[in-house]
């Protein structure tokens, strides 16, 4: 007997209620059919965080037509940008160096939503349609369990007797004919794609070739950047405590304030200009290589911008130790510790340091390069007479005398010293 028929029948008389992360798709339009088959009262939930085109009122319906006795299609975007793209901006979030995290910090929102409707519900199960061999299984799972952990997760592509009854594609619609369960009739793009309002992620099928390049047409959110404009845009983006709060575009300045639109706008101005693109082969927590193919205009602008302006207002050794706090993040982040208490740590560190990144920073946007032209803060740290080569000393607050230097030099290179005599007498170099 499989997992999910040993925890629907625990209790003859009432269903146990399960809140499934429902898309409407193929995967999980199964997934509710054959959990309300084996004995469950399936709610559906669906997370609006930005995804292009989508209709909830007809996922909604489908969901009811298949089976579910309830189906809430929540509109995250708000929180997801607040309470998670800012924060992986103000960190300067970047996986293995290049990637932006746009669906790993999407999960931890998505989980906390269906948790808060399976309490409603009075729902002991979760589940979800996350593949055994990809990240987001342990993201959901690990945010559920941090949240609720007297909720249970129940996961289709890991339970024997579902994966013996669906073993590809074909078996997965012969099901839907025989449950009558509609099916986009549209055929299927040879790729996978993850999208929200911070990015879309391409990969699987064709794109699992790591030398196969993309398609141009396969790309929503940039345009081709030897096609963007050959004018490009200037822009000025101004952030207090760390956070963006105003864009504006220098052309026509129009400027944007609330957190979500301020963003929408960063996605547009740097989507058109061919910004944030990368093809990448990143480490899945589960110890796999994937080949990934994302697309983060605004996240790619905004993590530029908020990284120069650290230059001009924060402390050096701050800078240092944020800077390895970022990496923590990141890996915490893509591995599905967001609620970890290791990461709340982190978190408020980085909003200790990030109380005086205030000011504002202009940028040029031109054909996929996002370069700074410049800079300012009234809480900056720079001093132009102090770093000048023309210009002795650097006021009595500094007292900065450049004949200090020597001292300095000297014994900083003392253990230098002692390293190239140790060497010279072992190895007799």
């Excluded at 979800?128 to 909720?151: S, W, Y």
């Amino acid at each position: 007997m499989s997992e999910a028929n040993k925890k629907a029948k625990t209790d003859g008389s009432v269903k146990p209620k399960v809140v499934l992360a429902y898309s409407g798709g193929l995967d999980t339009s199964v997934i509710l059919k054959w959990l309300s088959e084996k004995g469950f009262d399936v709610i559906c939930f669906c997370a609006n965080v930005g995804q292009q085109g989508e209709d909830f009122t007809a996922v909604k319906a489908k969901a009811l037509s298949c089976g579910a006795i309830a189906c809430h299609c929540t509109d995250l975007r708000k929180e997801f940008v607040e309470g998670y793209v800012f924060e992986s901006v103000k960190c300067n979030a970047l996986y293995e160096g290049r990637y932006l995290l746009g669906t790993s910090i999407a999960r931890p929102c998505i989980a906390k939503e269906q948790i808060r409707i399976a309490r409603e519900y009075g729902a002991m199960y979760v589940a979800h349609g996350a593949t055994g061999k990809g990240n987001d299984q342990v993201r959901f799972e690990m945010c559920a369990q941090a949240l609720a952990p007297e909720i249970t997760t129940i996961a289709p592509w890991r339970d024997a007797e579902f994966i013996e009854s669906f073993k590809g594609r074909k078996d997965l619609l012969a099901y839907c004919t025989k449950h009558g369960i509609p099916v986009d009739a549209k055929p299927k793009a040879n790729y996978s794609i993850d999208e929200n309002l911070f990015h879309t992620s391409y990969e699987s099928g064709m794109l699992e070739d790591a030398a196969v390049s993309p398609d141009e047409s396969m790309f929503k959110m940039t345009t081709d950047p030897k096609k963007a404009s050959d004018v490009g845009d200037k822009v000025r983006i101004h952030f207090k405590a760390g956070l963006p709060v105003k864009m504006t575009t220098l052309s026509d300045n129009k400027t944007v304030t609330d957190p979500l639109e301020l963003f929408l706008y960063a996605n547009e101005v740097a989507g058109r200009n061919g910004c944030g693109r990368i093809d990448i082969v990143e480490n899945r927590f589960v110890g796999i290589k994937s080949r990934g193919i994302y697309e983060t205009p605004g996240g790619t602008l905004l993590r530029a911008a908020h990284l120069d302006l650290e230059g001009i207002t924060m402390d050096r050794e701050v800078k240092r130790i944020t800077e390895s706090l970022a990496l923590e993040f990141s890996r915490l982040c893509y591995n599905g510790f967001w609620f970890a208490p290791e990461m709340d740590l982190i978190r408020n560190t980085m909003d200790f340091s990030q109380k005086d990144v205030e000011g504002s920073v202009e940028l040029e946007l031109w054909k996929g390069n996002i370069t700074v032209l410049g800079r300012e803060s009234p809480k900056s740290l720079y001093s132009a007479d102090l770093a000048s080569m023309d210009i002795e000393g650097g006021g009595e607050a500094m007292d900065y005398n450049p004949a200090d230097s020597q001292g300095f030099i000297r014994i900083n290179s003392v253990r230098l010293k002692m390293y190239s005599a140790l060497r010279k007498k072992f190895d007799g170099k």
